[in-house]
C-alpha cells in the first residue's frame, strides 16, 4: 500500500484521495501530478522544437532538454504586457510596456526619486574639486580641452512613460553633482536632450534597451560641438545634415528584455540617422601591442578594459582624443570617428581606477583633448572623487 508521510504515520494514498475533507488538498496534490507529468514531457519537446538548428540538439542532455528558458520567457512575457516584472531588482515596467533599469546598478531609480541629501551636496563638491584638480594636470602634461558628458538616465528624459512611484525628483542627486562640478568640464545633456525630444516624431531612447539609440546620441554630440567649438574655434565638425534622420527600422528588445529573457517578443525602433551613411573608414589596434583588431566602416568595440586606438581615414580633424567611455559611447562612436583622426578608447572604470595608467597614457600618447562619457547613474561613484597623481607619485 502506497502511503503519504513517513512510517507508521503516513496517511494511505486511497485513504486521502476518497476521503472528502481532504477534498482541497486533494485536488492540490493532483495539479502538481498532472503538471510535474505536462512538464517532464512537454519542456524536451519545446525545446527540440524552438531549437534554430536541429544539429544543435543535444538529445542525452538534461541541462538542455529540462531549460526552462523558455518557458520562463513565456511566463515573463505574459507578466511584461500586465505591467509586471518578473526581476524588478533589475528591470521594471513603466508605462506603455517601456523598461527601465532597477535598482540593482548604483541605486539609480531610488536616487532619482530623491532630493540631494547633505551627502549628496558634499560629495557633489569632492567631485568638483576632484574635477578641477584633473583639469589642472592636464593643463600641464600639455592637454589642450578636458570634458566630461554627462549622459542623461532614460528615466531623466522620459519620466512619463516611469511609474508613478518612479518619477524623479526636482532636484535630485545629479543636480547636487552639478552644482560641486559646475559647467566648466561637465557638459549636462538633460536639457538637449529634453528640448530635442519634443521636436522629434522618434523616441531618442530605445524603449526596451536601457540605452539612447542614434538618434539620441546624434543630438547629445550636436550639443557637446556647440560648447566645445566655444571653446576651441578652430575644429571642424559635421555638417548639420549629417544630424538628420533618414528612416527607422525594426529590431528586436534590447538589454533590458534580456534580462527579462523576452527578447524574441518584443520590439523596438531602430532609427538611422544621416552620418551612416559617411565614407569614413576606421582601424581599430590594441595600443599595447599595436596588433590590428578590426578594420573598415565604423568603430565596433564596446568600453574597453585594455586601451584601444581607433584611426580614421578621412576625419574632420587631426586630432588625438583619450576618450574614457562606458557603453553609452556605442551610439557615439561614429561621430567620434568622423570627427577625430585618433581616438584612445578605453573604460572610465579602468581609467579612474588605475592613475599610473592614466599618468602613462597622458605622458607617452600625449593626446590633445580627453574626454570623458559617463552615464548619470554612474558620474556620482566615489572614483570621479579620485584626485590626480602628484609629480611624485609619476
Same mark, same amino acid.
Given at each position: ?47 527540440? /522544437?524552438?531549437? =534554430?538548428?536541429?544539429? %544543435?540538439? &543535444? ?6 532538454? *529540462?531549460?526552462? +528558458? ?118 549636462? /545633456?538633460?536639457? =538637449?536632450?529634453?528640448? %530635442?525630444? &519634443? ?6 531612447? *530605445?524603449?526596451? +534597451? ?185
Amino acid at each position: 500500500m502506497f502511503y503519504l508521510g513517513d512510517g507508521q504515520y503516513g496517511i494511505p494514498l486511497l485513504q486521502f484521495l476518497t476521503y472528502p475533507a481532504n477534498l482541497i488538498m486533494r485536488m492540490k496534490v493532483i495539479t502538481f501530478c498532472i503538471t510535474s507529468v505536462l512538464c517532464t514531457s512537454v519542456i524536451p519537446v519545446l525545446n527540440i /522544437l524552438f531549437v =534554430p538548428d536541429i544539429n %544543435a540538439v &543535444e538529445w542525452k542532455s538534461k541541462e538542455f532538454l *529540462y531549460n526552462m +528558458d523558455l518557458v520562463d520567457g513565456w511566463v515573463s512575457g505574459v507578466l511584461y504586457r500586465t505591467g509586471i516584472s518578473t526581476d524588478s531588482e533589475q528591470v521594471i515596467v513603466g508605462r506603455d510596456r517601456w523598461l527601465f533599469l532597477g535598482d540593482k546598478y548604483e541605486h539609480g531609480l531610488s536616487a532619482d526619486r530623491s532630493l540631494p541629501s547633505d551627502t549628496d551636496i558634499l560629495h557633489g563638491q569632492y567631485i568638483g574639486a576632484a574635477s578641477k584638480a584633473w583639469d589642472s594636470y592636464f593643463s600641464n602634461k600639455g592637454v589642450k580641452l578636458y570634458r566630461v558628458m554627462l549622459v542623461p538616465n532614460k528615466g531623466a528624459i522620459y519620466p512619463e512613460y516611469l511609474p508613478h512611484w518612479a518619477v524623479p525628483s526636482h532636484p535630485n542627486p545629479t543636480d547636487a553633482l552639478m552644482a560641486g562640478t559646475g559647467y566648466a568640464n561637465y557638459i549636462d /545633456l538633460r536639457q =538637449p536632450l529634453l528640448s %530635442a525630444k &519634443e521636436r522629434q516624431a522618434v523616441a531618442l531612447y *530605445y524603449k526596451t +534597451d536601457s540605452h539612447w539609440n542614434m538618434l539620441g546620441a546624434a543630438i547629445a554630440f550636436h550639443a557637446f560641438a556647440e560648447q566645445i567649438g566655444k571653446c576651441v574655434p578652430e575644429l571642424r565638425w559635421p555638417s548639420e545634415n549629417m544630424y538628420e534622420l533618414v528612416r527607422t527600422e525594426k529590431k528586436n528588445g534590447g538589454d533590458l528584455a534580456k534580462f527579462l529573457r523576452i527578447t524574441e517578443y518584443v520590439h523596438d525602433a531602430e532609427p538611422h540617422v544621416r552620418i551612416s551613411d559617411s565614407p569614413v573608414e576606421t582601424s581599430e589596434y590594441d595600443y599595447n601591442t599595436n596588433q590590428l583588431l578590426h578594420q573598415g566602416g565604423f568603430p565596433t568595440l564596446g568600453a574597453t578594459a585594455k586601451p584601444v586606438l581607433v584611426k580614421s581615414q578621412g576625419a574632420l580633424n587631426n586630432k588625438k582624443v583619450l576618450w574614457l567611455r562606458d557603453s553609452t559611447g556605442n551610439a557615439l562612436a561614429p561621430w567620434m570617428a568622423v570627427t577625430f583622426s585618433d581616438v584612445l578608447q578605453l573604460s572610465w572604470i579602468t581609467a579612474t581606477s588605475d592613475s599610473l595608467l592614466m599618468t602613462r597614457l597622458i605622458g607617452k600618447w600625449k593626446p590633445d583633448y580627453v574626454i570623458y562619457t559617463v552615464v548619470e547613474r554612474d558620474s556620482k561613484v566615489a572614483n570621479f572623487a579620485h584626485m590626480p597623481p602628484t609629480d611624485d607619485d609619476s
